[in-house]
Nanobody, 129 residues
Framework: QVQLVESGGGSVQAGGSLKLSCAAS????????MGWFRQAPGKEREGVAL?????????TYADSVKGRFTVSRDNAKNILYLQMNSLKPEDTAMYSC?????????????????????WGQGTQVTVSS
């Protein structure tokens, strides 16, 4: 049974940093593609970053976070991370990690949250100006 549990969210001022963690169980690192999505109030869920290991394709980021966010994975601990630097108020959202075993490229998966059957409960990130 797949279980994803996020942590690390919080409130920061613009320009600050946060590191999110997603502890995964029931997920084999080589067989599952994992990543981060976010959803702000009144907006659709959007892809933030997918970690290349276990995916078809390389690590992929949304244009809005390139150069500021870094996704990584500790396979030994089965934890997915999202290091977020230079945070902006528009980064405010509920951040969720997700996993899928669809053999589809990361470029496509980043825009297809509907192809991820496994989700964590989410962790809130609030960035104030």
């Amino acid at each position: 049974q797949v279980q994803l549990v996020e942590s690390g969210g919080g409130s920061v001022q613009a320009g600050g940093s946060l590191k999110l963690s997603c502890a995964a169980s029931g997920v084999t690192s080589s067989r599952f593609c994992m990543g981060w999505f976010r959803q702000a109030p009144g907006k659709e869920r959007e892809g933030v970053a997918l970690f290349g290991g276990g995916c078809v394709g390389s690590t992929t980021y949304a244009d809005s976070v390139k150069g500021r966010f870094t996704v990584s994975r500790d396979n030994a601990k089965n934890i997915l991370y999202l290091q977020m630097n230079s945070l902006k108020p528009e980064d405010t959202a509920m951040y969720s990690c997700a996993a899928t075993n669809w053999d589809i490229t990361t470029l496509t998966l980043l825009n297809r949250p509907d192809l991820f059957p496994y989700w964590g409960q989410g962790t809130q990130v609030t960035v104030s100006s």
